[in-house]
């Protein structure tokens, strides 16, 4: 067969492929932009496995240090996962890490917080601008498999690599193809030969440093994005621009460079397409891979800055789709007082057609009341918005005012099998951790729900007395919930004390979920066993034993 024949059938299949990959592009982009509307001002619906969610809390897991984030107890006790899933439109793996780690670490300074609401709130003002930024962050994308700065990181541990096996395959390429003008019959042959090995070579040498071939697109990604976040020039962003753009002009060299490894554009076009499949007969990404480790390890310290820029900016676009998602939010004030909060008609973001409520204290306070009436919310929900005051500037709420804490909780412990420690030992270090930052001189806020309910009744409510009074003359304002209505007579002199009710009527039991002033007077725990169907007998009994015991300080033998 004549080689214009051949080379015929190559242009069809290129015209085709051309117009596969523009209907390609064009469908895609109109996806993404119908998919950036309808997320915006939303609840995202995107689904986590173990392995993504982990890599996600890389950044942080880098930057933190003890004493400035929210620990680990705490962070679970309010199932703060759930809050970041909620908050986390986002498109890009850096927008979510950044955002992850910001609600980890509260900050205790209003300039910082005020620059971040003056970027939050100048894009939930400006939908367009901020539809049009997701698009740039749609095109970084996400790396699900793993945390690019996770690898950023630990780029220094690769080493020296050499190029002599992929030149050899270049070099052997190059002269099949040379014979494919001489010998065609044989040139063809050798020409496939040579793709063939060349290609299954590639997999083999990309394979031991995939996840790091990864971080070097990423990187690419990154100085992309900030590029086309420039060109933009949302005065808004000035400041940022100003970063961004010194940053890629130190890293003007590395992008260069690491062009050859990957496409300058990251949206899947022909000319990407085509890329790739030179990349992989020709090997020269990988030997420019090999050649940039020193160049990027001499700028790692700019790839990091350039990383937490752009997840900052992207960060604060998706704390604004958040704003425009809530029934009402206000942006808390932080005054100087020593222990004090106060809020009105405040609400929990993962429940809806919430109950609010509303609270002004300058001491400790004690909540009663029976199981499912509304305490651990009402603590889950205090607790969450004064890390959300403290991270995003914005409380679910319509007014707050508090001080800058330390947040700290004590309320969803289990036993530790894996250390053999019993419910009551994790209970009691988790509230020796929250009394030693108070005696270290730290301004804290904490959460305790149900303090050393893994112990018997009498020695509960000696200790749990003197704990909740240490706590209530410390530099520090408390929340506690409990059944044991004798604490409430025994720190009425350092605990406000605060109720809810609940009503059993017509074999139901109704809760209103309202926080009322004073201690809890209803005794409703016996007649719940009637409400779920227990012989009136067990009722009847143990009401005359419970009423015996309030008479008569002791409880009936049974006869």
């Keep these: 067969m004549d080689i214009g024949v051949y080379f015929g059938i190559a242009a069809v299949v290129l015209v085709l492929f051309v117009y596969q990959s523009y209907k390609y592009n064009k469908e895609r982009k109109s996806k993404i932009l119908m998919n950036l509307l309808e997320s915006w001002g939303t609840r995202p619906t995107r689904e986590y496995d173990y392995d993504e969610f982990e890599n996600i809390t890389h950044y942080f ?52 917080l005020a620059e971040r609401d003056k970027l939050i709130s100048f894009f939930e003002n400006n939908k367009d601008i901020s539809i049009a930024l997701g698009k740039k962050f749609n095109d970084l994308g996400r790396t699900k498999k793993l945390s690019v700065y996770e690898y950023i990181t630990n780029i220094t541990s690769l080493g020296k690599r050499s190029n002599g096996k992929h030149i050899t395959g270049l070099l052997l390429l190059l002269a099949s ?57 949302i005065p808004e962003l000035s400041e ?39 990349r992989m007969i020709t090997h020269i990404d990988l030997m420019k891979f090999n050649s940039m480790l020193g160049q990027t390890i001499e700028r790692l310290d700019k790839v990091h800055a350039l990383y937490e820029v752009i997840g900052c900016i992207e960060a604060m676009k998706a704390i604004a789709s958040f704003r425009v998602m809530l029934p009402y939010y206000t942006v808390p004030v932080l005054v100087s007082k020593n222990v004090s909060l106060s809020f009105k008609e405040i609400y929990h973001p ?22 499912a009436s509304g305490k651990s919310t009402f603590l889950k929900t205090v607790a969450i918005n004064a890390i959300l005051a403290q991270t995003i500037y914005t409380c679910l709420a319509k007014e707050y005012v508090t001080p ?13 099998l ?9 209970e009691i270090k988790s509230l020796k951790r929250i009394l030693d ?3 270290n001189g730290n301004h804290v806020l904490c959460f305790v729900d149900e303090v050393l309910r893994g112990t018997n009744t009498i020695e509960r409510i000696a200790a749990s007395s003197r704990i909740l009074k240490l706590l209530a003359e410390s530099d520090i304002m408390c929340f506690a919930a409990t059944h044991d209505i004798e604490l409430t007579h025994i720190l009425k002199n350092y605990f406000s004390n605060y109720h809810f009710q609940e009503e059993v009527k017509d074999n139901d039991v109704l809760f209103n979920y309202r926080l009322y ?40 033998n049974f006869s």
């Design 61 to 112: 897991k880098h930057l933190s240090t003890d004493g400035e984030v929210i620990d680990n107890i705490t962070w679970n006790d309010l199932d703060m996962d759930t809050i970041f899933m909620l908050l986390n439109n986002t498109n890009s793996s850096v927008g979510e890490e950044y955002l992850y780690n910001l609600l980890r670490t509260p900050v205790k300074d209003k300039h910082i």
């Design 177 to 233: 193809i040379a014979l494919l003008f001489i010998f065609p019959p044989i040139g063809i042959v050798a020409v496939i030969a040579m793709i063939s090995i060349n290609v299954i070579t590639y997999y083999k040498f990309k394979a031991e440093i995939e996840n790091y071939f990864i971080c070097f697109k990423y990187i690419v990604g990154l100085i992309v994005t900030a590029d086309n976040i420039i060109d933009m020039n």
């Design 240 to 278: 940022y621009n100003v970063k961004l753009k010194e940053l890629c002009r130190d890293l003007n060299g590395l992008k260069k460079g690491i062009g050859l490894i990957t496409s300058n554009n990251m949206t899947g076009s022909l000319a990407e397409i085509i890329g790739d499949y030179i």
């Design 350 to 371: 993962m429940i809806d057609n919430p109950v609010a409520n509303s609270l002004h204290e300058t001491k400790c306070v004690l909540l009663t009341g029976s199981n």
């Design 404 to 416: 800058f804490y330390d947040i700290y909780s004590s309320m969803a412990l289990r036993d530790d």
């Design 418 to 426: 894996e250390n053999n420690e019993s419910y009551y030992i994790v």
């Design 437 to 439: 930052k108070v005696q």
């Design 517 to 556: 002033t004073g201690r809890a007077v209803s005794r409703n725990a016996i007649k719940l066993l009637g409400v779920m169907g227990y012989d009136d007998d067990i009722i009847n009994s143990a009401e005359d034993a419970a009423n015996n015991f309030l008479t008569n300080g002791n409880w009936k």
